[in-house]
């Protein structure tokens, strides 16, 4: 049975940004994960994806898929949380070393990037699961990072 998440939060909320940001800035480049293979910089890069997606900023060659958009869409903003694990498509993985001070700030202004959208009325499709409301997206954006910020004990 899925652990479910209460009232899933939306990253369009100010005080989920808010909180997001207050446990982004507890992560340490020496932080240790409590699954998967990604130190702390490249998580730091490897969050950034999703967010350059909604503000189209890159698309990362994804491709629209059958049986994504049919089946694991709606995983993407549902209230059940992510297994530990979960496999990570080829165009998000981190192997490289990164520098964990510069994807910090990246990622941060990122955040506030799309913080400084939140009422915007048309949003982007995505090149995967098609058109997602601003809830969808919001929903979307929270639990990815949530998932990562669990993964290293925040």
Known sequence: MACKLQNMENIFDKHVTDSIKTRLSKLRNESKPRWG??????????????????????????????????????????????????????????????????????????????????????WPAHPVFGKLTRTQWGKMQFKHLDHHLRQFGL
């Open 37 to 122: 293979k990604m130190n702390a910089g490249q998580m730091l890069r490897h969050c950034q994806a999703p967010l350059n997606i909604v503000l189209q900023k890159n698309t990362y060659n994804l491709k629209p898929n059958w049986f994504a958009r049919t089946f694991f869409k709606r995983s993407m903003y549902s209230d059940a949380l992510w297994w530990k694990n979960m496999p990570t498509i080829k165009s998000f993985r981190e192997t490289e070393d990164r520098d964990f001070d510069r994807e910090y700030e990246s990622l941060m202004n990122l955040l506030e990037e799309l913080e400084s959208k939140k009422d915007d009325d048309h």
